[in-house]
């Protein structure tokens, strides 16, 4: 498989050589779905809490009387089926929402993300990434004149002036390869791979 290597214009100059077993595998759109699903289920805290009938704050007193108004009979205005009243099966702080997803099935809907990423042309190799300064105004600048404006970055390792400069740019995100996830993956429009984080990529899903 080989994929184009981009210059500082954003121009095709030459093609690299990369393993097929990480950029030429099939796409399986279910395998794919189950890990972007399991990646956002697994980032969900369960910090939402909800109250029963026992624990909301209701008075004892039965609400009518129990035959004779023609209404359902009530003990208590805590009943779930009251406004006001207690959840049947609330919510609690200590939910999981995590999903399980086998580490080969993992790298197997890494590769087919990837694979399909560079089969629609949005993947592509750059030698490098740096800036000389820890400045957005020259990173943001560098993607401008590369006519990228929604990109993900994967580089094989990131200074203090790169990480600085991108941090606050919008639709921008630059990771090393390990923090390289399947959401990010599909959401950029653009994914630039340099020619370092190849090999720890292939070393990680290949």
């Not at 954003?10 to 890990?35: C, M, W």
């Not at 990646?39 to 969900?44: E, G, I, V």
């Not at 560079?118 to 990173?139: C, Q, W, Y």
């Not at 390990?178 to 090999?199: N, Q, W």
């Amino acid at each position: 498989m080989q994929l184009e290597l981009l210059n500082d214009q954003g121009q095709a100059t030459s093609k690299v050589d990369a393993p097929d077993t990480l950029f030429a595998r099939d796409y399986n759109e279910a395998l794919v779905h189950q890990i972007v699903v399991a990646f956002q289920a697994n980032a969900r805290q369960g910090t939402r809490a909800q109250l029963d009938r026992g624990e909301v704050k209701h008075s004892t007193k039965k609400p009518f009387r129990q035959k004779g108004t023609g209404r359902a009979r009530a003990g208590m205005t805590s009943s779930p089926l009251w406004r006001g009243g207690g959840r049947i099966f609330p919510n609690r702080p200590d939910e999981n929402f995590s999903h399980k997803v086998n580490k080969k099935m993992y790298r197997a809907g890494m590769a087919a993300i990837l694979s399909q990423l560079a089969r629609d042309g949005r993947l592509a190799v750059v030698d490098s990434l740096s800036v000389d300064a820890p400045k957005t105004k020259l990173l943001a600048a560098k993607f401008k004149a590369m006519g990228l404006d929604s990109v993900l970055v994967i580089v094989d390792q990131i200074d203090d002036n790169l990480a600085l400069a991108s941090r606050n740019l919008a639709n921008v995100l630059v990771v090393e390869p390990r923090y390289a996830d399947p959401l990010s993956l599909v959401f950029y429009k653009k994914v630039l791979v340099t020619k370092g984080a190849i090999e720890q990529l292939k070393e990680m899903f290949a």
